[in-house]
């Protein structure tokens, strides 16, 4: 593995290794930025009012239980006489990396909005906050920990899941598994599996950052100490 990852002619031709990780980063930052798009209002409503609870969480456990591989299947055979072009391919692969991202953000953007604590919400209701802006001005920025740790869950998600693409001739990190086991080549089956699994480190620290720098420390402090006691009151 370590030698093919060291031959340059795998990283610079036209399918190459920085090719593929293009295109593997694409597909999971679109998916992640629609599944934002759809996942964040719901969350911040049920959140906020309260209503739909039940709904949103069966919904989520739902969508997590989906089989990604015969869903995309499905979803290829269905939108293969739709469309002509290779969004035949693209469409059904979105849209299963849409429906696994869901779940995560949802449940982050409720979560954190129901865990703030009652005494904040009242004390900015006393003070005349409208309940747009008591959503946008102080739960939003309170639950921000939960929300980016959700939106980071269906990121890594997202990233080790794109790989099957591949196995509806699109491109991606996936290429390298698909490919090399077809070629009986399991060095560059082990270097795409290896390189997926690094990008998603890579991720993963990004959001750390992430985190880091827009959640401020007493929020940080407050989700680690959340996060301790947890086991101590299971036990």
Not at 68 to 92: K, M, N, T
Not at 175 to 193: E, F, K, S, T
Request: charged share 10%; with cysteine.
């Amino acid at each position: 593995m370590i030698n093919w990852l060291l031959d340059s002619g795998h990283w610079l031709n036209d399918d190459g290794l920085l090719v593929l990780i293009f295109q593997h980063l694409i597909y999971s930052i679109e998916a992640l930025f629609i599944a934002v798009i759809i996942a964040f209002p719901i969350g911040c409503y049920v959140g906020h009012t309260g209503k739909g609870a039940t709904l949103l969480i069966g919904s989520a456990n739902a969508m997590r239980a989906l089989p990604s591989f015969g869903l995309i299947i499905l979803l290829v055979i269905i939108f293969g006489p739709v469309f002509e072009s290779d969004l035949a391919f693209i469409v059904p692969c979105l849209i299963v990396l849409i429906i696994l991202a869901l779940p995560p953000i949802m449940m982050g953007v409720y979560s954190g909005i129901r865990a703030i604590n009652p005494a904040v919400i009242d004390a900015a209701t006393g003070m005349g906050y409208s309940p747009l802006k008591l959503l946008l001005t102080v739960e939003i920025p309170c639950a921000m920990a939960l929300i980016l740790s959700g939106i980071r869950s269906a990121a890594l998600q997202i990233v080790s899941t794109a790989t099957i693409a591949a196995y509806v001739s699109l491109g991606g990190l996936g290429r390298l598994i698909i490919d090399g086991r077809a070629q009986n080549d399991y060095p560059q089956m082990v270097a795409g599996a290896f390189m997926v699994g690094i990008l998603a480190l890579l991720v993963d620290v990004f959001f750390s950052f992430l985190i880091r720098f827009i959640v401020s420390p007493g929020l940080r402090q407050r989700e680690r100490r959340r996060k301790k006691t947890i086991p101590l009151s299971n036990n």
